[in-house]
Every structure is written in structure tokens, then in C-alpha cells.
């Protein structure tokens, strides 16, 4: 199972969505996504798109700022 | 994936809601939409290409042409706009935070495959033509866009 990063700090809504759209595009199920944000509505929104793109949603931190989240691909 | 539409119609050719039109539809594309704008009377402008198009027009139809923002990179902001400065004040702004332009957000929009759509009719009323627009534009009328609304299950009107 591949593990993918994505860089999406400075970007502004609705960039990091875009690109997690983008690159979950080109993952198979089960492939784990790691993306990092620094767009503080971010938080809310990956719940609402992991949701309604039927990804799940492993783990969310903020730290200091830098909000980190684990997706593993539906 | 759940495959929900949006739609959009994009009446206004104002800057700010121009942006909000867009992010919208590059958000709803993101979340797995499929995602028609419709582009009407003032909205038509966000469409433009920015470089002048030598075309044979009547007199009115050049002068509308002239009068209205040539493209995205010249909308002007529906609130305190003061002449244009407000617009660019607030392009300065957005490039500091790295917020994307309307070009941007446009771009971003074809890539994910957002469906463009120019008002043919009012296209004719304000004299603008197909070669003056943008690439990977289409053109339709109001029946398009409605079929396009009956399988959708957010319309905005902006």
C-alpha cells in the first residue's frame, strides 16, 4: 500500500481540497494519503470531504498552525 | 463516489463574485461533483479573453465592448470599487495571502473538468462573439442549463 504526501501549506481554500481531489484521483483504495495545510478551515472541511468522497479519515492534528491530516483511500 | 451536479449561473461580472462563483464550483468539483456554470449578461466579461479580438461589430455592440471589463484580470469589485482601486487593492491583497486570481480559479476549473457555458443570447445582445471568449468554452441557451438543473441538486444565481 503507497503512501502519499502532499504539501498544501500556503494554499487557500479551495486549493488543498483541489489537490487532495487530485492526487486521491491516482491512488487505489487502501493507499494512504498524508497532507499538510496551513488554511484553518481546513479542519472542518476534510471531515465534510472525506465524508462525501467516501474516504476515511485517519487522524487530524494541528500543530501550531500546521494542520496534518491522514486519509486512507476508499 | 456519489456523482451530485451543481449549477451555477454566473450573471454578475463583478470580481468578488466572480471568485466566490468559482471556488464554489472548483470545491463542489473536488468533492467528487459534476459542475455546469452558466455565464450570463455581466458574467459573460469573466470570460473574455484579455487581448483585443479584431472583429467586425456595429457601432453599439463596439462600444458595449469597449465599455465592459476585457477578461477576469480586469473585473472590477461590486463594493466600494472606487474606480477600479478598490479592485486592485484587493488583487494585492490576494496575491500576499496566495489567494488565487480568477484566472487561476478558472483554470483550476477546466482542469477539473468543470463545465463552461456562455449564454448564447446574451452573447448576441451584448455583442460579444465566440472568438472573443476564452478556449473550451461552450455555447447554449437557457434549455441547457435547465436540463442541466432538473439533475442537479444546488442551483446558485450570482
Redesign the interface.
Known sequence: MAEKFINARGMQCPGPIVQLFKEAQNCAPGDILCIEVTDHGFKKDIAAWCKKTKNELLSLEDDGGVIRARIKKG | ??MNKKTIIVFSGDLDKAMASL?IA??A????NEVTMFFTFWGLNVLRKPDKVKIKKSFLEALFGWMMPRGAGRLGLSKMNFGGMGASMMRTIMKQ????DVQELIE?AQ??GVKLIACSMSMDVMGIRAEELIDGVEFAGVATYLGEADEANVNLFI
Do not use: E, Q, R
Open positions: 463516489m456519489d471556488i472548483n470545491g468539483a473536488a468533492m467528487g495571502k496566495n489567494v488565487s483550476t482542469s477539473l
